[in-house]
């Protein structure tokens, strides 16, 4: 196969049978005419094959490993920025004349979450750390020396900002017909099992969001729909806001501030309702 071509390992058996095409092409290997699955020609196709096909798997594996290597240390792009925030390494100091940590320890690095942001004339790095097993911003120490950090490693001219914001408050409220034969009127499911099915929804479409992802109102309004035993889900409000700024409506989209947003369980609790309503 030529060089610079873009290819992935092809199977022993298409390897193999594009050898047989070849030998069938070639009028100086018409002697070779056994069909024979212990035919010796056939047999040094197969051995040809398969050591061909371990090569283009060698070539796979290097490729993919060139490749992550430089996605993760080509410097001037955002993502390049996200990677050194989240090897931040709280209470160790870098080497002189260094950007990576020597010894690594994966067990002080506090940041699990990053997004880099272009801004006029700057870079904001957004950060999380997780606390009990959620996201949670950092502390004004940590912060502090995640900034330090990243004015040691970053690019000669940029300018960075380097913030980590409690969760955007996200307020909602849902119009719930829902199937009596699954729900109350309460939206606990009938059987037992989970008091709170739909809230659950919303708290997990919340979660899976990418760090600094962008929340879209019609995937919430989907991922409503899958609960079992909700008919049609309606929002009514839906708003966030960051800080102590006031909500903001969310129409169609949202990014949050902070890169992630919480829930307000007692607003949903308060302002969503539930109505019976039969087959679709």
């Known amino acids: 196969m030529p060089f610079g071509i873009q290819f992935m390992a092809r199977s022993i058996s298409e390897i193999q049978a594009s050898i047989v095409a070849a030998k069938a092409a070639d009028s100086t290997l018409a002697g070779l005419t056994s069909s024979s699955q212990v035919a010796i020609w ?35 792009t955002l993502q390049w ?4 925030a989240k090897a931040f390494q709280y209470g160790d100091t870098l080497p002189a ?7 690594i320890d994966s067990s002080v690095m506090i940041v699990a979450n990053a997004a880099a942001v272009e801004l006029a004339g700057m870079v ?10 959620v ?21 000669v001219g940029i300018r960075l900002q380097c913030t980590s914001g409690a969760p955007d408050d996200f307020r909602l409220a849902l119009g719930v017909f829902y199937d009596p034969l699954i729900l109350d009127n309460s939206g606990a499911r009938l059987d037992g099992t989970r008091a709170t099915p ?11 969001l990418p760090f600094n992802g962008l929340f879209v109102l019609n995937y919430l ?15 009514v409000y839906c708003a966030a806001r960051y800080g102590s700024l006031p909500y903001t409506a969310i ?21 969503t309702t539930y109505t019976a309503h039969g087959p679709i």
């Open 42 to 76: 056939l047999l040094w196709t197969w051995v040809v094959a398969t050591c061909q096909w371990t090569l283009e798997n060698l070539f796979d594996a290097h490729k993919s490993e060139v490749t992550g290597i430089l996605a993760a240390q080509r410097p001037h």
């Open 81 to 84: 920025y996200v990677t050194k």
């Open 97 to 103: 004349d260094s950007d990576v940590y020597n010894p």
């Open 124 to 133: 904001r790095i957004k950060a999380a750390k997780l606390s009990g097993g």
């Open 135 to 155: 996201l949670a911003p950092l502390s004004s120490g940590e912060r502090t020396a995640l900034t330090a950090y990243m004015g040691r490693v970053k690019d």
């Open 198 to 208: 739909v809230q659950d929804a919303v708290n997990a479409f919340l979660d899976n």
């Open 221 to 235: 309004i989907a991922s409503l729909q899958a609960v079992e035993g909700v008919r049609i889900g309606e929002v």
């Open 251 to 271: 129409a169609f989209e949202y990014v949050p501030d902070a890169g992630y947003m919480l829930l307000d369980a007692a607003y949903f609790l308060s302002n």
